[in-house]
């Protein structure tokens, strides 16, 4: 089983930009599809975007789609999560999770989580 490891959150004024990182263990990184997701308080966590093994396939949340850029380097067991133009209601702990072969947007259908990393974007 994959393992997970989020770097790279923390506070940030609004227009401004971070890149979080997902590093994960194991020798298949490839076989995993990977998905970003987050959870702002008190609300659900949510979707926000996805990549597929090979790196080919990326798809978003409607609302960050323009802002957010999803990678991988599969050399380094690592993706990204480039964000850009940040917004207050951005704020939210930022999880990567792992699913085999096939990207989804159900947190349900990943096999494995990172600890989650705090974005915070201040007004």
Known sequence: QVQLVESGGGLVQAGGSLRLSCAAS???FSNYAMGWF??????????VGAISGNGS??????????????????????????????KP?????????ARPFYT????????????????TVSS
Not at 38 to 47: I, L, M, V
Not at 89 to 97: F, G, H, Q
Not at 105 to 115: F, I, L, S
């Open 57 to 86: 396939y990326t798809y978003y949340k409607d609302s960050v789609k323009g802002r957010f850029t999803i990678s991988r380097d599969n050399a380094k067991n690592t993706v990204y999560l480039q964000m850009n133009t940040l």
């Open 104 to 119: 989804s947007t159900k947190a349900g259908e990943y096999v494995a989580w990172g600890q989650g990393t705090q974005v």
């Open 26 to 28: 194991g020798r298949t």
């Open 38 to 47: 987050r959870q702002a308080p008190g609300k659900e966590r949510e979707f």
């Open 89 to 97: 209601e951005d704020t939210a702990v930022y999880s990567c999770a």
